[in-house]
C-alpha cells in the first residue's frame, strides 16, 4: 500500500539545475531517513544523498557542494536540488525511503520507479 513517486527528471544542458521530488503515499506511520540513489547506464546502483528524519545530510563524494537534499515532512517528501549538472550525472535517479507501515514495528525500505535525468553536453 506504500508507493514512491518520483518527478521531475528531464534533460538539461551542461552547467544547468534540475529538481527531484518523490513523494510518498500508503499506510504511513512513519518515515525515517529518506535518499536519493542513481543508476547511470550499463553501472551499477550508487547513493547520491540521504537525509534522516531530523535533518542530518550525507553526500556521495561526486555531487558535494552541488547537490541539496531537504524533505518535508508534513508533506512526505524529498527533494533533491542538482546544480552545475555535467554529463557524469546522466542516469535514472531513485528514491528510496525506510518506512514505518502500519502493522509494523520498525521501518522497512521503500523504492520509486526512478526518474531519468539526462545531461546533455
Known amino acids: 500500500q506504500v508507493q514512491l513517486v518520483e518527478s521531475g527528471g528531464g534533460l538539461v544542458q551542461t552547467g544547468g539545475s534540475l529538481r527531484l521530488s518523490c513523494a510518498a503515499s500508503?499506510?504511513?506511520?512513519?518515515?525515517?531517513?529518506m535518499g536519493w540513489y542513481r543508476q547511470a547506464p550499463g553501472a551499477q546502483r550508487e547513493l547520491v544523498a540521504t537525509i534522516t528524519r531530523g535533518g542530518n545530510t550525507n553526500y556521495a563524494d561526486s555531487v558535494k557542494g552541488r547537490f541539496t537534499i531537504s524533505r518535508d515532512n508534513a508533506k512526505n517528501t524529498v527533494y533533491l536540488q542538482m546544480n552545475s549538472l555535467n554529463a557524469e550525472d546522466t542516469a535514472v535517479y531513485f528514491c528510496?525511503?525506510?518506512?514505518?507501515?502500519?502493522?509494523?514495528?520498525?521501518?522497512?525500505?521503500?523504492w520509486g520507479k526512478g526518474t531519468l535525468v539526462t545531461v546533455s553536453s
Open positions: 500508503g499506510s504511513i506511520i512513519s518515515i525515517n531517513a
Open positions: 528510496n525511503a525506510g518506512i514505518v507501515v502500519v502493522g509494523y514495528y520498525f521501518g522497512m525500505e521503500f
